[in-house]
């Protein structure tokens, strides 16, 4: 198989894994957030129960996929991305974003979902703590999602509008 | 002060700003 053909492969699995990825992110931030905060007592143990940690489930595992085969569809200029050496610099901006993101995913927004969800004891205080954290860091990746998401683009559609 | 990330639009104006500076920091790099 051709390079290039590897590449488009590459692409694709970093495009499906990363519409996996920032949709469960836009739907926690847009939908979940606000449906939780509505819900009765009841409807959130459920929803606490079945639906968050399968959300989660999904939202993790994409985002460690999508960065995977990003790195992978860099390749032999993953170095010259991530130090943002020439042209590079516009998908090495893509790039150090969405690792801060997959970083923010498993560090912070992970541990801290698996205390508020009871999968590790913690108290109703540090749950409370928690959440506020997991919350801050998810909101943090909808803010990085925004710029990501250009200079992804712009690295194959939009350079044009770069100074070069 | 209230924390813009507490609203679903600060959020989003937060990214665009974001975006704008780091579009200028980019532009003026390439």
């Known amino acids: ?164 | 002060m209230t924390n813009p990330l507490d609203s679903i639009w600060g959020t989003i104006i937060s990214g665009f700003v974001l975006t704008a500076v780091l579009y200028a920091f980019i532009d003026a790099l390439v």
């Open chain 1, 1 to 164: 198989m051709e390079g290039s053909t590897i590449a488009l492969f590459f692409r694709w699995g970093h495009l499906l894994a990363g519409i996996v990825w920032i949709g469960l992110l836009y739907y926690f931030n847009f939908v979940q957030v606000p449906f939780l905060k509505a819900v009765s007592a009841e409807g959130k143990t459920e929803a606490f129960k079945h639906l968050v940690p399968r959300a989660l489930n999904w939202f993790r595992w994409a985002a460690l996929a999508t960065w995977l085969f990003g790195a992978a569809l860099l390749g032999a200029h993953f170095g010259d991305a991530f130090m943002l050496k020439g042209q590079y610099a516009i998908i090495g901006m893509g790039a150090w974003l969405g690792t801060i993101m997959l970083l923010n995913v498993w560090g912070i927004i992970w541990p801290n979902q698996k205390r508020v969800l009871g999968l590790v004891p913690a108290s109703a205080d540090e749950k409370k703590i928690c959440a506020r954290r997991a919350f801050l860091a998810s909101r943090t990746n909808t803010v990085l999602s925004i710029p990501m998401l250009l200079f992804m683009a712009a690295s194959t559609h939009g350079i044009a509008l770069f100074n070069q």
